[in-house]
């Protein structure tokens, strides 16, 4: 059971947006910067967004990032073949001392 | 660019020992805090430890606390997991993964390894 609560599995079609939710807690989202990772099947995690919005660079604006209270979310617009993967949200958790992860988002292009 | 490899994985039988490493490249490696994060076959990703730039304060999850110790060589930037009592449940790839920041305190990774696979069997 993650400290993060993520839908198992989300799906759409190219060109359109979807939307991933991740729920959290006062010790965790609640007080923390949320992160994103994107894993493509058999390849490491790969940080799409971190302080709630902001993207490293080379990570195109197709992906953003927002907070409000105890949850957060992520949304890919101009949706693509290759974006198919596993999408994991994350955060600190001041009660625990450490990071924290939900069970992961897992994207079907249709 | 950032570069982290990981070896020492393999396969243990419970109660035995392993001790994994990751070399460090492309980055001020003294300078940032270092995670290890696992993930069990199949399931999703759960942080195992970190470690400040200094290595003067590293912080544990609770399901290995006591067991597994983070160190860090910064001479040789190197980071390493000296994992102890191992029991079934620690079968997974460990990934070591680079900070954003330099204490370990609130911070999360932002460049990750490949993972080397640990498997704990009887």
């Known amino acids: 059971q993650s400290v993060l609560t993520q839908p198992p599995s989300a799906s759409g079609t190219p060109g359109r947006m979807v939307t991933f939710s991740c729920s959290g807690s006062?010790?965790?989202?609640?007080?923390?910067?949320v992160y994103w990772y994107q894993q493509i099947p058999g390849a490491a995690p790969k940080l799409l967004i971190y302080r709630n919005n902001q993207r490293p660079s080379g990570v195109p604006d197709r992906f953003s990032g927002s907070k409000s209270g105890t949850s957060a979310s992520l949304a890919i617009s101009g949706l693509r073949s290759d974006d198919e993967a596993d999408y994991y949200c994350a955060a600190w958790d001041d009660s625990l001392s450490g990071p924290v992860f939900g069970g992961g988002t897992k994207l079907t292009v249709l | 660019q950032v570069q982290l490899v990981e070896s020492g994985g393999g396969v243990v039988q419970p109660g035995r020992s392993l001790r994994l490493s990751c070399a460090a490249s492309?980055?001020?490696?003294?300078?940032?805090?270092m995670h290890w994060v696992r993930q069990a076959p199949g399931k999703g990703l759960e942080w195992v430890a970190v470690i400040s730039d200094d290595g003067s304060k590293k912080f544990y999850a609770g399901s290995v606390k006591g067991r597994f110790t983070i160190s860090r060589d910064n001479s040789r930037t190197t980071l390493s997991l000296q994992m102890n009592s191992l029991r079934v449940e620690d079968t997974a790839l460990y990934y070591c993964a680079k900070d954003r920041g330099s204490s370990g305190w609130r911070g999360l990774p932002d460049y990750w390894g490949q993972g080397t696979l640990v498997t704990v069997f009887s």
């Open positions: 006062s010790s965790n989202i609640g007080s923390n910067h």
């Open positions: 492309g980055f001020s490696f003294n300078s940032f805090a």
